[in-house]
């Protein structure tokens, strides 16, 4: 009976077809509203399949529909690469671009489903064949979207951030460019305002046209910066006003009260902080004179003017803080750095080193080490403790001593009553 519930589980499992797994395909691009005539885009459709069998391959299909009455082949609305058509067997990743061109179209609502149907390769009389089998359910991704001659303008910004600037480096601002209508486009103007800091009445201003700002194709985005081109101010603290214009309108506006205007150079500075480290033995005690070494190695293309620190933590609290005087490092020179530190406490030590040049700061490089007591307050602590046995030992003495004595005192006055009960009975004895 065992045997053949085994046989008819195996019988079972031999007949099951191959199985397929899939999921959702994904197109990376979401689709459009509206779309103009002459519009080109391309899409990228990604489906990951777990195909149990090897004998499985996939290839693409579509469905559309069209406004009625409309004409349309694959190849018209379609281009896609030859050698990307087919999922082969055992693969689980598939990336299908696709190019939509809704070139000449006739005006009206589409909507395209993009499918994989699976092959399945038979053995028939040692003859290899493709058979076509439906294909698998879910695994589909719809675009919709509508031709029309109507132009559609709408844009939006977002991020925008300040950019840095030097002398010859104008300052400006950067910013991503959504567009979000169905013809080529990009901004009317974008015009730029530098307020002194130190005297509102210095207003700096430039105006930059669509001829100098990047066009985005519709339903894309980038990120594009705009600079002032001629009449920006010199090295400077500023506050930076930015106003976006689409249309006639201002469709956003940013202001950054923080712009600062540098030295030429500055930003080309490059200073690494290595080899901090204690010179000192590896056993720290309270009251030692630490000696803290680093090396400094300007490894940009311009001399840098450093501020070197040495922050100073005792059992997570910040103690102290070491300024060391300006260090003039020309490029590509090392210095070498030599401090000492006092410690007046015993506990655990970090040590964190960095310094700051222009508008940078070094890397930080810290340490770690614990420092026990001084040898003074370790003899003057070990006398205390002596100091302490000696009492405890004489305690003990004078008490060992007591019980002695009492001990004694007992026994004497015991033996006493021993001797007076045998007079006792002696003299009993004579009498009768």
Excluded: C, W
């Amino acid at each position: 009976m065992i045997k053949k519930i085994i046989f008819t589980f195996l019988f079972i499992i031999l007949m099951i077809p191959s199985s397929i797994h899939a999921s959702r395909l994904k197109p990376s691009y979401k689709g459009y509203d509206t779309i103009s005539n002459g519009f080109q885009e391309e899409l990228l459709f990604k489906a990951k399949i777990d195909v149990q069998k090897t004998d499985l391959e996939y290839f693409p299909s579509f469905k559309i529909k069209k406004p009625e009455k409309l004409k349309i082949s694959t190849e018209q609305l379609f281009s896609f690469s030859k050698s990307s058509q087919i999922l082969k067997a055992g693969e689980d990743n598939f990336d299908f671009p696709i190019t939509l061109k809704p070139l000449q179209l006739a005006n009206g609502d589409y909507e395209i489903n993009f499918y994989l149907k699976p092959k399945v390769i038979k053995k028939d009389d040692n003859k290899q064949k493709q058979t076509g089998s439906k294909a698998y359910p879910g695994v589909s991704s719809v675009i919709k979207f509508s031709i029309s001659d109507t132009e559609i303008k709408k844009l939006e910004i977002q991020n925008i951030t300040s950019l840095v600037s030097e002398e010859s480096l104008p300052p400006g601002v950067n910013f991503d460019l959504y567009n979000k209508g169905n013809v080529l486009d990009t901004l009317d103007k974008v015009i730029l305002n530098l307020v002194d800091k130190t005297d509102s009445e210095h207003v700096y201003q430039e105006i930059i046209l669509k001829d100098k700002i990047q066009n985005v194709q519709p339903q894309d985005s980038i990120n594009t910066e705009v600079r002032f081109l001629d009449s920006f101010p010199g090295i400077g603290r500023y506050i930076l006003n930015a106003s976006f214009f689409h249309k006639g309108n201002i469709i956003n506006e940013y202001e950054y009260e923080h712009v600062e205007i540098f030295p030429d150079g500055t930003y080309a500075q490059n200073v690494d902080l290595n080899d901090f480290k204690l010179l000192n033995d590896k056993i720290y005690k309270e009251g030692d004179l630490l000696k803290l070494s680093a090396k400094l190695l300007n490894t940009g293309e311009k001399t840098s003017r450093l501020g070197m620190s040495i922050e100073i933590i005792l059992d997570g609290e910040t103690i102290d803080l070491i300024k060391l005087d300006t260090i003039i490092l020309p490029k590509k020179n090392t210095k070498d750095i030599l401090e000492t530190y006092k410690v007046k406490k015993s506990g655990n030590y970090i040590f964190r080193a960095f310094a700051e040049y222009g508008v940078k700061k070094t890397n930080i490089e810290e340490l770690s080490i614990i420092v026990g007591p001084s040898s003074i307050e370790q003899s003057e602590k070990n006398i205390e403790e002596n100091k302490n046995i000696i009492y405890i030992s004489v305690l003990l003495l004078i008490l060992l001593i007591l019980i002695v004595v009492v001990f004694f005192i007992k026994k004497k006055n015991k033996n006493k009553n021993s001797l007076n009960n045998i007079n006792v009975n002696n003299i009993d004895n004579d009498f009768i």
